[in-house]
């Protein structure tokens, strides 16, 4: 099993910048990536930005692609979303989750282990 731990929410102005942490323990032998989602009062949780745990390859959803930056630090095993130029829309509780799959995906089914999540709001 793989405890995956979110931080770094928080209130934030349209326009600036925050940095998530995911924190993951436990078998992380067994995690080939992870992936940050989103979900916002009312909507379903959708798909943010994903990050192999070995390659370093990277996917973003259209909406946040150019403004977030997902990366890794495999000795500390987290990974981090770098949010710039936040917009309100940008506001949800952001969650964290890692998978076994061999290959990336914006499925949340495709996510095993899931962290409780950690909100951002930005404010206009």
């Known amino acids: 099993q793989v405890h995956v731990v979110e931080s770094g929410g928080g209130l934030v102005q349209a326009g600036g910048s925050r940095r998530l942490s995911c924190a993951a323990s436990?078998?992380?032998?067994?995690?080939?990536?992870m992936g940050w989602f989103r979900q916002a009062p009312g909507k379903e949780r959708e798909f943010v930005a994903t990050?192999?745990?070995?390659?370093?390859?990277?996917y973003y959803a259209d909406s946040v692609k150019g403004r977030f930056t997902i990366s890794r630090d495999n000795a500390k095993n987290t990974v981090y979303l770098l949010m710039n130029s936040l917009k309100p829309e940008d506001t949800g509780v952001y969650y964290c989750?890692?998978?076994?799959?061999?290959?990336?995906?914006?499925?949340?089914?495709?996510?095993?282990?899931w962290g409780q999540g950690t909100q951002v709001t930005v404010s206009s």
């Open positions: 989750a890692s998978t076994a799959a061999g290959f990336l995906s914006t499925k949340p089914t495709r996510y095993d282990y």
């Open positions: 436990g078998r992380t032998s067994s995690t080939n990536g």
């Open positions: 990050i192999s745990w070995s390659g370093g390859s990277t």
